[in-house]
């Protein structure tokens, strides 16, 4: 049987570590930046409806900063991406690894200087950037921010791996189980550190990003998972 050999970007590792990002950033902009998210837009729009179905316009605009910021970010990786495609000697991912890094940098540095909508705004920016460049993980789709499908799909091919009897399905739901992991360990550190060291704790994922841009950077295209 022939093994797969998947791009660097759809690797299992770099699917956890991104979940873990994305779980990370939403904790801590929900703890430190009042209740709002970074990359789960579901979440901040059911604020926004809640906000206005209560007549509490001032905190409703409140949740449309990080959407705004996270639409520019889509399509800022649209014409990003469109920019490395036609310059071929640029690595879209591994360009948009070392975007994802400087902007968490810059956003820690400045978070105590600036006011928390402009932290929102730079870290749902971020999100969109992040997003919209790690689509897949060994040729399936994922999402690194919302985990209702991944979830779904994690329990379909569980079941499904075991009632029909094939390893690889099987398989594919242990790589889903993995980065939900991921996700709520990033969520349940953020936390942890962000009512331990406020919007320091943005400091602690650093690390973590630089590490994801070494697997981008040093990891062979052509090795096999």
């Known amino acids: 049987m022939t093994t797969k050999n998947y791009r660097i970007f759809e690797r299992v590792r770099v699917a956890v570590l991104i979940t873990f990002m994305s779980g ?24 926004l409806m809640k906000s206005l179905a209560e007549g509490d316009f001032k905190v ?9 910021a996270f639409m520019l970010g889509a399509v800022f990786t649209y014409f990003a991406r469109q920019f490395a495609v036609q310059n071929r000697h640029l690595r879209w991912h591994a360009l948009a690894g070392l975007i994802i890094f400087m902007g968490v940098l810059i956003t820690a540095i400045m978070a105590k200087f600036v006011a928390s909508e402009w932290t929102v705004l730079s870290l749902s920016f971020i999100a969109a950037v992040q997003l919209e460049s790690f689509k897949r993980m060994r040729g399936v789709p994922y999402t690194n921010t919302m985990m209702t499908g991944n979830l779904k799909n994690m329990s379909v091919f569980i079941v499904q791996g075991l009632v029909e009897r094939k390893p690889e399905i099987l398989k594919r739901g242990g790589y889903t189980f993995l980065i ?18 406020d919007e320091n704790a943005l400091y602690a994922l650093l690390p973590v990003i630089f590490g994801f841009n070494l697997v981008l950077y040093l990891e062979k295209v052509d090795s096999f998972e």
Do not use: E, M, W
């Open 24 to 47: 990370f950033l939403d904790a801590y902009t929900f703890v430190t930046q009042g209740k709002r998210f970074a990359g789960l837009q579901t979440g901040n729009f059911i604020y």
């Open 60 to 68: 409703a605009g409140n949740y449309l900063l990080p959407i705004f």
């Open 180 to 197: 939900i992991a991921g996700f709520c360990l990033g969520v349940f550190i953020s936390t942890v550190l962000a009512h331990q060291f």
